[in-house]
Structure formats: C-alpha cells, structure tokens
C-alpha cells in the first residue's frame, strides 16, 4: 500500500509566476484535499477534490486551481503569485473518512 | 462558526517528564477528533481519531482523552522522548462535511 506522495519538496519561484503541485493518493482513496500551512499555524484549507470534481472550497482566490485525474492523483496551480503564498502545502487523501497526509511542498516566493 | 483552539501554544519539557495538551472547539454536529503529530517541513501523521462515543483512545506513549458535553479534548504524553519534538495539532470533523478543521497547534520542545 504505497501513501501519498508530493512533488516537488521544496520550490522558489518569483512574484508573478504560476506554480503547480503535484500529489499522488494513496491506494484505494478517491478524494483528495489541498491545504496551506504558513509558518507557525495550522493548515488551511483550499479545496477537495472527489472523483474528478472540485467538492468543496475554502476561503481562496481563484488563481489557486485545481485538477484530479482518474488515477485520483491531483494538482494544484497557483497563478500570479505572491510573498504571502509562501507556505507548506500539504495534499491529504482520504477515503471514507481516513486521511493520510503527503509530507508536503515548502514553496517560497521571492 | 467551527473553530478549534488548542493550548499551549508552545511548551518546553525535560526529557522523561509527563506533558498535556488541550484541544477546545465548537464544531457542530461533531464526528470525530483527531490528533496529529507533525514534524517541522513534514505532513501530519495521525496518532489518535476518536468519535463521539469514545472518551480515551490510547497509541503507544499518547493518550487522548474526549469530553464530548464540554467539547474538550486532552492529549497525554508520557515520559516524553527526545523524539516527542514536534507540533501536536487537534483536528475536527463535522458530520455535515468531510472536511477537517485544524486547530493551530502545540509546539512541543524536549530537552534532554
């Protein structure tokens, strides 16, 4: 049973440039949640995705997108990026209320 | 609103000592409670999950504890470890959503 899996580990991009996060879930899970996590706080989310289609969004602009595709893995685009995007973003995948975390994308903005 | 709040925000022990944290929230109607264990730069990794009809679950050297009339949860360390550094966050679950709500953690440092 392999777990999730989150790509790249680390990343530094300037303002204004787009982003994309990659996640795969685990075995057997078909929904897939995006949170960020700024330093120091609990993680935040952003949105959830279950068999392909967004279910549900936090409190996030739209130039933070997502997309699943059938292996249920999944991606997350951030657009137009700014110095407060720097953060953890974590990608849990769940599956009847079972959640297992990646081990996160540290994204910095400079 | 849903809200989780946890207590202390940070705490300093020496290696050996017994420590616990408190988890407060408002989430309703409740599912279940969940607390992880999150290394600096890492995921969470759980350590307990606990539904409304279970008052303490244990795993290892953790012990949860649920009062599901005050909405209070505790999170019980014993004889804490070097390894026991870490961020212990408490995290809710509503039965109306899927969706977790995240406390904003207990900053746990172990001191030899």
């Known amino acids: 049973e392999t777990g999730v899996t989150q790509s790249p580990t680390h990343l530094i991009k300037t303002r204004g440039q787009q982003v994309t996060l990659r996640c795969s879930s685990q075995?057997?899970?078909?929904?897939v949640s995006w949170y960020q996590q700024a330093l120091g706080q609990g993680p935040q989310f952003i949105f959830q995705?279950?068999?392909?289609?967004?279910?549900g969004r936090g409190n996030f602009p739209p130039r933070f997108s997502g997309l699943q595709f059938p292996n249920y893995s999944s991606e997350l685009n951030v657009n137009a990026l700014e110095l407060d995007d720097s953060a953890l973003y974590l990608c849990?995948?769940?599956?009847?209320?079972?959640?297992?975390f990646g081990s996160g994308t540290r994204l910095t903005v400079v | 609103k849903n809200q989780v709040e946890q207590s202390p925000q940070s705490l300093i022990i020496l290696e050996g000592k017994n420590c616990t944290l408190q988890?407060?929230?408002?989430?309703?109607?409740?599912?279940?409670l969940r607390w992880y264990k999150q290394d600096t730069g890492r995921g969470p990794v759980s350590l307990t999950i606990m539904t409304f009809s279970e008052n303490t679950k244990s795993n290892g050297r953790y012990t949860a504890t649920l009062d599901a009339d005050t909405k209070q949860s505790s999170l019980h360390i014993t004889a804490s470890q070097l390894s026991d550094s870490a961020s212990y966050i408490c995290v809710v679950s509503s039965v109306n959503t899927d969706k977790l709500i995240f406390g904003t953690g207990t900053r746990l440092q172990v001191f030899p």
């Open positions: 849990a995948s769940s599956s009847l209320g079972g959640y297992t």
């Open positions: 988890c407060n929230y408002t989430v309703s109607p409740f599912s279940n």
């Open positions: 075995s057997g899970h078909n929904t």
């Open positions: 995705y279950y068999r392909e289609e967004e279910n």
